[in-house]
């Protein structure tokens, strides 16, 4: 639709900048199509059949931001695929990290839910996949997207295999994801959620992967670290107010790729917003480059905001007192 944020431009911008840097050095793979099985590991035999069923008519409006249009199945059908290959592809040893870039993006989108741009949830089908299928026993998500990823917590806020931390700026859209939120039944402890105020930047967010995600990682022991990438927590996104760069994207990359040869756990990055193309393509770039290598760990500083966390999620996780 002219004029929505979640354009065509967004890959566009990313295909230019990388094509320009020889897609710095790494093997590119075409995304296949998700099957029913695979995307009904994370919604509902209805909702698949909804989103089918409306691409097939012509399509139209899920909400008044979410439209399904007549190639929306198939786009959002291959954006899962690649997720799920990006999964199979690293518990099958062929590679310790890569990055799933496909639109739509997905976090937003419930078992049975289309919503925030979201058709099918690409990384709860990866993990899904991942524990189904690839043998893994326990999946991480770490969703640095700026809004909060509702639909990755619906979908597994009762499982305990599945550990969801998610990083977000506090009283935006969806309105989810409060600090109290923790999961429930055999997954009470297993949704970690951090809202951080407007103009989080740099000092947050490296805070919160020492002091939260990295301790509760280790105890949590995963077999396989996906993050939701979203770049909207840039400070040139039109859609939020907090004020990462693009070398902070890479930053917080270097740190979760050190976590996980700690943890000997490869680590998947599948695209989720970000709006301004410019700083999107800037920081996929940024984060393709920390997970291949390049860059060292930094230390940390402290904030109020990551010791306030740490000191919630010790109930669940004593690592972090």
């Known amino acids: 639709m002219p004029g929505h944020p979640e ?84 518990l099958a040893g062929e590679a310790r990290a890569g990055f799933s870039v496909a639109r ?17 949830n690409s990384i709860a089908v990866a993990a899904a996949t991942a524990i189904a299928e690839l043998g893994a026993a326990r999946v991480l998500i770490l969703d640095w997207d700026v809004h909060h990823g509702n639909g990755t917590e619906a979908i597994f806020r009762d499982r305990d295999d599945v550990l969801l931390i998610t ?23 297993f949704t970690v959620n951090i809202p951080v105020p407007q103009g989080s930047g740099h000092d947050v967010f490296l805070s ?40 902070d ?24 917003g970000g709006y301004s193309p410019p700083a999107l393509a800037d920081s996929v770039a940024a984060t393709m480059r920390a997970l291949g290598g390049e860059g060292a760990p930094l230390t940390a500083p402290e904030t109020a905001v990551a010791d306030e966390a740490a000191e919630r999620v010790a109930r669940y996780w004593p690592s972090t007192a």
């Open 208 to 247: 919160l992967v020492d002091r939260v995600v990295a301790p509760v990682a280790g105890e949590f022991g995963p077999d396989l670290i996906l993050v939701s990438a979203g770049y909207d927590a840039h400070r040139d996104d039109p859609l939020a107010g907090l004020a990462l760069e693009s070398e």
């Open 167 to 189: 990083i977000q700026q506090e009283g935006i859209w969806p309105g989810t994801g409060l600090a109290g939120d923790v999961g429930t039944g055999a997954g009470e402890g």
């Open 104 to 120: 739509p993006p997905g976090h937003h989108a419930e078992p049975q839910l289309a919503m925030g741009f979201c058709l099918f």
């Open 7 to 90: 354009q065509p431009e967004r890959l566009r911008a990313i295909e230019r900048l990388l094509g320009a840097e020889d897609w710095l050095g790494w093997e590119r793979r075409p995304s296949p199509a998700a099957g029913r099985a695979e995307l009904e590991l994370a919604h509902t035999p209805r909702h698949v059949t909804m989103i089918r069923e409306v691409s097939e008519a012509g399509g139209g409006a899920i909400d008044s931001e979410t439209w399904d249009g007549p190639a929306s199945y198939r786009a959002a059908a291959h954006a899962a695929g690649g997720a799920a290959a990006l999964a199979r592809a690293l």
């Open 249 to 272: 994207f890479g930053q917080m990359a270097v740190e979760v790729r050190e976590l996980g040869a700690r943890l000997d756990a490869p680590v998947g990055a599948v695209l989720e």
